[in-house]
């Protein structure tokens, strides 16, 4: 039985993650920011890089914690909050695993956002980060993890793709769309779309926690992107919607400002490492990782 600390258990992902490590028999201890209500909670305070319960007796820490992406119009301020939010949570956990005698794992979140718009190109844990807002952001975070990295602890940045859930995320507002019958492609409908399913990703998630010597950037999105217009075609077919009518991408921007053009990057990332290291997805295609959302 493994002990993992989880922050930003009450997201979409962490929830998930949370169930799955309890229901396998691990104990989870979940980071909060208010008092701690049992043993199986500790009290944080991220925004004041404040952490006095520590981390004794905990395996492996799992930092999920940071302001929503796409969940609210882009200004200066919501901007702000996406990095400094991502950045203090991590430095906060650093700065426990560093004040810890134990061998501390980190599995850090951060995102697919770090290769940028990248048209064509295959993308690997290799290819060499991408520009844009989200790519400096995802630099920041990982980048805060920097003194356990240079200590020679094990850190993991799990670069997790668009994850396809009907309860949240990128998915949300396509289904809500597509069953309207506005469901279809996205701009050209050509860019790639790093998609990978909600319980892939949390076995992804599971698959760092249980091997700890994969370390560094780890691509968390399924076998093969499709295209975004692939998509909305397989969800259009699933709900029994028509999905032939495009969204430009002014009027996206005018929807949704500035976050537009991340809907509308091309990514064509590979789970190179989390192949090579012996995962196995249970969604594979297209149409097995919408299913698996529509029916979740």
Known sequence: MLTVGISGASGLIGTALTQALRDRGDRV?????????????????????????GLAGVHTVVNLAGAGVGDTR??????????????RATRTIVAAIEASDEPIALVNGSAVGAYGDRGEEVLTEGSPRGV????????????????????????????????MTQRGGALAPLLRATRLGAGGP????????????????????????????ITGPVNLVGVEPP???E??????????????????GFALRLVVGEF??????????LPERLLATGFEHRDASVDEVLAAALAG
């Open 29 to 53: 201890i979940v980071l909060v920011r208010r008092p701690a209500a049992g043993p199986d909670e500790r009290s944080w305070d991220p925004a004041k890089e404040i952490f006095d319960a």
């Open 74 to 87: 882009w200004n200066t301020e919501h901007r702000a909050a996406i990095l400094t939010s991502r950045v």
């Open 132 to 163: 844009g807002f989200l790519a400096e952001v995802v630099r920041a975070w990982e980048d805060a993890a920097a003194p356990l990295v240079e200590a020679g602890r094990p850190v993991s940045f799990a670069r997790t793709g668009l994850v």
């Open 186 to 213: 996205l701009g050209s409908g050509k860019q790639y779309w790093p998609i990978i399913s909600l319980r892939d990703e949390v076995a992804a998630l599971m698959h760092l926690i249980d091997h700890p010597e």
């Open 227 to 229: 295209r975004q217009r």
């Open 231 to 248: 998509v909305a075609a397989e969800l259009g077919r699933l709900v029994h919607r028509p999905s032939v009518l495009p969204a430009p």
């Open 260 to 269: 537009a053009g991340e809907i509308l990057a091309s990514q064509r990332v």
